[in-house]
């Protein structure tokens, strides 16, 4: 596609609620990666993809977090029995290179707030 | 471990003063540094990035960095503010090194243009 797309934009759910947030890459990008910003902070690293390979999930806060790209394209995170401070923007990025230093493309981000 | 220090968390400026956001970084490794600009519910968008060539990094809508290693810095610059150019900026930093493109982002700037 055009840019990175992600889904849904915003979420509300209850705490103890189970979500799953989409990202849909730049067509053809090896690197996909997850980002979480909470208000008023900058984005924090969650973990990283290349192709379907999961190569750093270093940044997950909990187990109750799972992200997951089985085909080398979409990805999915997932948060189980969410807690308040799960409130956040999620941010979805992709890259053409494998490794390196190439630019992050970011989607709109998906707003998760647990009430 | 990397990491960048955006000082001053709000930056405000008149209409066609200079703008000078300010950016630290800490890497053990010879750096790659990025200028992200975040608008209000959009994801982040690279203004410029820093990758071993020129010191001096042009980016888009006039702004530019230059990267000195003495001082561990690279803060943003742009000659004359313009209403839009408020937004929030982030600096981040990767390695050269394998592992993708992670980046580590600062906690942002909220730059305010006046009339």
């Known amino acids: 596609g055009a840019g990175v797309s992600q889904s849904p934009r915003y979420k509300v759910a209850k705490r103890g609620q189970d979500v799953a947030l989409r990202c849909d890459p730049i067509?053809?990008?090896?690197?996909l990666f997850w980002y979480q910003q909470a208000l008023g902070q900058g984005p924090e690293f969650l973990t990283y993809f290349q192709n379907e390979a999961q190569l750093d999930k270093s940044g997950l806060p909990s187990d109750r977090f799972f992200a997951e790209r089985p085909e080398g394209s979409v990805s999915t995170l997932k948060i189980q029995r969410t807690q308040q401070e799960d409130s956040a923007v999620y941010l979805c990025?992709?890259?053409?290179?494998?490794?390196?230093?190439?630019?992050?493309?970011f989607g709109e981000g998906s707003r998760l707030t647990v009430l | 471990a990397q990491s960048v220090t955006q000082l001053g968390s709000h930056v405000s400026v008149s209409e066609g003063a200079l703008v000078l956001l300010r950016c630290n970084y800490s890497s053990s490794v010879p750096p790659y540094l990025f200028w992200y600009v975040q608008y209000p519910n959009q994801g982040l968008q690279l203004l410029l990035k820093y990758t071993s060539a020129a010191t001096l990094v042009k980016g888009i809508n006039g702004f530019e960095a230059e990267f000195k290693k003495s001082e561990t810095s690279f803060h943003l610059t742009k000659p004359s503010a313009h209403m839009s150019d408020a937004a929030e900026y982030f600096c981040?930093?990767?390695?050269?090194?394998?592992?993708?493109?992670?980046?580590?982002f600062g906690t942002g700037t909220q730059l305010k243009v006046e009339l």
């Open positions: 067509s053809g990008h090896v690197s």
């Open positions: 981040a930093v990767s390695s050269k090194r394998g592992g993708g493109n992670k980046l580590t």
């Open positions: 990025a992709s890259s053409f290179e494998g490794v390196g230093t190439g630019e992050l493309f």
